[in-house]
Structure formats: structure tokens, C-alpha cells
T-cell receptor
Framework: SQQGEEDPQALSIQEGENATMNCSYKTSINNLQWYRQNSGRGLVHLILIRSNEREKHSGRLRVTLDTSKKSSSLLITASRAADTASYFCATDTVQGAQKLVFGQGTRLTINP | NAGVTQTPKFQVLKTGQSMTLQCAQDMNHEYMSWYRQDPGMGLRLIHY???????DQGEVPNGYNVSRSTTEDFPLRLLSAAPSQTSVYFCASSYSWDTVEKLFFGSGTQLSVL
């Protein structure tokens, strides 16, 4: 069963706009991670946020975590065409820290 | 560093055939794992390993075998291929094994079972 669920499934915006993707999960976690996948390629790690953190930044990326709502959001500011990709959240669980579970992903398209 | 190397990139099998997907990493990572990616399903964990000689099952282990004789290599064996195993397979590794952080992925193997 999927630990993480993402929405929207697909998002299309204009270059320069901000993109927000959301991830919800079901059980207690140690950390939550976001990955990017360009078409036909492997996933690339973007950012990790631990369960005791509420917000984290990395360049144009901002991740928030609300453990009371079991949800996270990924914000990409000032989007570029190169940001076109699928974005996945991944969570472990307190019971299974070695079993990283991925959501179904958000397909982001940046229009020039 | 090459990172995580998967071979082959593409493979077509007939139902009932067996094969091994190869995965090697040169980063001295303790943790290695295999995922399959199907449309609309995200990535699902097949098997993982926290070190040489130690493997465990993930979410969808049936029909697959793994072994970890060295830190570098983690092959995935399909025992008797079925059309339901048509998928893209990814190998991934991580330095940490107690909590999995920052997975490094290979480029994937696209497998079709006819």
C-alpha cells in the first residue's frame, strides 16, 4: 500500500511562476524526502526534511512538513523549463526505516 | 565516480525465461535496493540489503530473488518471467542503512515480458 499520496497528479504552469506540490502520508515517519525524475531517467534526490523540522530551503526549493496533518509540500519558486519533470515524495516509517515508500508523483510541466 | 550502474538498459523476455538484472555501485554504500516503476503506481520496493550477506523483502518481492555477496553488487533475479513483471526497474543505494537518506539511483532497466 502507498504510504505517500501526492497531488495534484499533474501541474502545468508558465515559466517564472511558482509550483506547489503536496504529499500526504499515513503513519509516523523519521523523515520525508523529495525526488525529481526527468523523462526516461533515474530519480535524483532533492531535499530531506526530518520529522522534527517544519521547513527547509535549498536554492529555489522550499519544503514544509506538518506532522500533525501528516502532510508535506514542495514549492519551486521562479520555475524554469528545466524544472519540467515528475516529482516524488518518499517516506520511511518508524517501524520500517529501511523501507522507503514513494508516492505516485506529480508531473510538472513548465511552459515557455 | 560512476555512481550506480545498471545493466542491461533494455531487455525483452519470453514468459518463463529467467534473467538477472545487474546493479553495481562504487560509493561504498551499505544500503542497496531494487524498485519497480509502473505507470500510475509510483515506485514499489522489491528487495533491499543493509550490507553484504543481509537482504530482506520489500512490498512486492514475489517472483524475484536477490543476493549480496559484496558491498558493490546487488543483482536481481527473475526466476520465471511473467507479463506482470513488465516494468522499469531501478536500483538505488544509500550511505546510511539505519534510516534511508538520499538514495542514488541507477538509470533503469526497461523490461518487457511477452
Amino acid at each position: 500500500s502507498q504510504q505517500g499520496e501526492e497531488d495534484p497528479q499533474a501541474l502545468s504552469i508558465q515559466e517564472g511562476e511558482n509550483a506547489t506540490m503536496n504529499c500526504s502520508y499515513k503513519t509516523s515517519i523519521n523523515n520525508l524526502q523529495w525526488y525529481r525524475q526527468n523523462s526516461g531517467r533515474g530519480l535524483v534526490h532533492l531535499i530531506l526534511i526530518r520529522s522534527n523540522e517544519r521547513e527547509k530551503h535549498s536554492g529555489r526549493l522550499r519544503v514544509t512538513l506538518d506532522t500533525s496533518k501528516k502532510s508535506s509540500s514542495l514549492l519551486i519558486t521562479a520555475s524554469r523549463a528545466a524544472d519540467t519533470a515528475s516529482y516524488f515524495c518518499a517516506t520511511d516509517t518508524v517501524q520500517g526505516a529501511q523501507k522507503l515508500v514513494f508516492g505516485q508523483g506529480t508531473r510538472l510541466t513548465i511552459n515557455p | 565516480n560512476a555512481g550506480v550502474t545498471q545493466t542491461p538498459k533494455f531487455q525483452v523476455l519470453k514468459t518463463g525465461q529467467s534473467m538477472t538484472l545487474q546493479c553495481a555501485q562504487d560509493m561504498n554504500h551499505e544500503y542497496m535496493s531494487w524498485y519497480r516503476q509502473d505507470p500510475g503506481m509510483g515506485l514499489r520496493l522489491i528487495h533491499y540489503s543493509v550490507g553484504a550477506g543481509i537482504t530482506d523483502q520489500g512490498e512486492v518481492p514475489n517472483g524475484y530473488n536477490v543476493s549480496r555477496s559484496t558491498t558493490e553488487d546487488f543483482p536481481l533475479r527473475l526466476l520465471s518471467a511473467a507479463p506482470s513483471q513488465t516494468s522499469v526497474y531501478f536500483c538505488a543505494s544509500s550511505y546510511s542503512w539505519d534510516t534511508v537518506e538520499k538514495l542514488f539511483f541507477g538509470s533503469g532497466t526497461q523490461l518487457s515480458v511477452l
